[in-house]
Nanobody, 125 residues
Framework: QVQLVESGGGLVQAGGSLRLSCAASGRAFSVYAMGWFRRAPGKEREFVASINWTGGSRYYADSVKGRFTISRDNAKSTVYLQMNSLKNGDTDVYYC??????????????????WGQGTQVTVSS
């Protein structure tokens, strides 16, 4: 069983930055593919970014390319999402997800079988 706990969300002005963290418990974090997704109430879940277990492969949604960076620290069993140049449209609940043993990090929710509880990000004008 894998447990994921997100942190780092909050209220920020447009143009500002936040860094989300997702701490994982369980064995062999270093072989998990990890992803970040987001969802606003009444909307579909949206892929944000994903990373493979070495950090050598990273994927981003077009809407966040050039502004967000996903990274991981396997020694700390933690994945990060650095969010810069935040926009009002980035307001959402952000979730991290894990899939042990997935070599290529997925970009859809069904690729993942463990999820965190989410952290709220609110961007104000």
């Amino acid at each position: 069983q894998v447990q994921l706990v997100e942190s780092g969300g909050g209220l920020v002005q447009a143009g500002g930055s936040l860094r989300l963290s997702c701490a994982a418990s369980g064995r062999a974090f270093s072989v998990y593919a990890m992803g970040w997704f987001r969802r606003a109430p009444g909307k579909e879940r949206e892929f944000v970014a994903s990373i493979n277990w070495t950090g050598g492969s990273r994927y981003y949604a077009d809407s966040v390319k050039g502004r967000f960076t996903i990274s991981r620290d396997n020694a700390k069993s933690t994945v990060y999402l650095q969010m810069n140049s935040l926009k009002n449209g980035d307001t959402d609940v952000y979730y991290c997800a894990a899939r042990p043993g997935m070599a290529v990090p997925g970009t859809v929710g069904d690729d993942y079988n463990f999820w965190g509880q989410g952290t709220q990000v609110t961007v104000s004008s």
